[in-house]
């Protein structure tokens, strides 16, 4: 038994010698910035306050934050711990707690934030396949523009222990794996694991976690965007302003999502993706390789499986 479950993956938060720079990144990558006490608070179209946080120093991952379902969740963690519940002094307000996992980053867990009003989803071209017409005189038009940033997805970090990280994410927010990735068989160096919303369908993934002992730290940050046109809109906006391209177009195995990697200008890979798995709390876990992992159903595999970096 856990002792909260959290509610959704509420922003990724780094630190970066430039935030003039790191704010042209987040707006070619499609995402809203608005500057406050010092830090970069990016947001998309969800209504959440912010997604991502920059602060200036040198450049490092900073942490996670998740949103618990209630205030009364949060003060029940907040005892098991042994820390404070505070006021938030982030957009949204509401109150948090702090919380370190076991290789030093930070984890923030929020509750009572005020939400914007969420924008209205771009409306999405009937596709014509070969089975059904459903686009009659009307052609297909794509303005020039960053892809439409929906809402944070996910998170992958790199631990040093996975048995640990794995445990202490597990007790404390209630997530529940939806693949375990195995060296061979039984053992585990990693998995994707999901939020626990009982029979309300939710990403395959919210946070993904593999071992890299004497390395842990980020892997990469993942946003939702309005669809397939829109990712493929956001790849060429980035590519023509010359950001640095990781990985994709292609679709994971693990999650089954469409996905495109970008690097920020240190390196920290965001990933744009759509069309993911959603499963229920009964849904069993499955089991999955390395090149579960990094391979694709289509599309380039992970660089570190061609020699790349």
């Avoid at 053992?187 to 939020?195: D, K, L, N």
């Avoid at 829109?230 to 640095?244: A, F, Q, V």
């Avoid at 240190?266 to 229920?280: M, P």
């Amino acid at each position: 038994m856990s002792i909260i479950k959290v509610e959704d993956l509420a922003f990724v938060r780094f630190q970066v010698p430039d935030l003039a720079e790191m704010r042209k990144f987040l707006e070619d990558f499609g995402l809203n910035c608005a500057e406050r006490e010092g830090r970069i608070y990016a947001r998309g179209t969800d209504g959440a306050p912010f997604l991502h946080v920059s602060q200036k120093g040198e450049s490092r991952f900073i942490g996670l934050g998740f949103r618990a379902r209630s205030r009364a969740d949060l003060d029940l963690l907040a005892r098991h711990e042994g820390v404070p519940v505070q006021p938030a002094d982030t957009p949204g307000g509401g109150y948090l707690i702090r919380l370190t996992d076991p290789d030093g980053h930070l984890v923030d867990v929020l509750a009572e934030q005020s939400f914007n009003p969420a924008e209205p989803l771009a409306p999405q071209a009937p596709f014509n396949s070969l089975g059904e017409r459903r686009r009659l005189s009307v052609p297909v038009r794509i303005d020039p523009a960053p892809s439409h940033v929906r809402r944070l997805g996910h998170a992958m970090i790199m631990v040093g222990d996975y048995a640990m990280s794995s445990a202490w994410y597990r007790e404390r927010l209630g997530l529940i794996p939806s693949d375990q990735v195995e060296v061979e068989p039984n053992v585990p160096i990693g998995a994707f694991m999901r939020m626990d919303k009982g029979d309300i369908p939710t990403d395959h993934h919210t946070l993904a976690m593999v071992a890299s002992p004497g390395r842990p730290g980020f892997g990469h940050a993942a946003f939702e965007v309005d669809g397939f046109d829109d990712l493929m809109k956001g790849h060429s906006y980035l590519k023509e302003r010359n950001r640095e391209h990781a990985w994709g177009v292609g679709r994971h195995k693990l999650g089954s999502q469409i996905f495109d990697y970008w690097r920020d200008p240190w390196g920290n890979e965001l990933e744009h993706w759509t069309d993911g798995d959603v499963y229920t709390a009964a849904d069993p876990m499955g089991v999955g390789t390395i090149d579960d992992l990094l391979g694709t159903l289509w599309g380039p595999r992970h660089p570190a499986l061609t020699g790349g970096h």
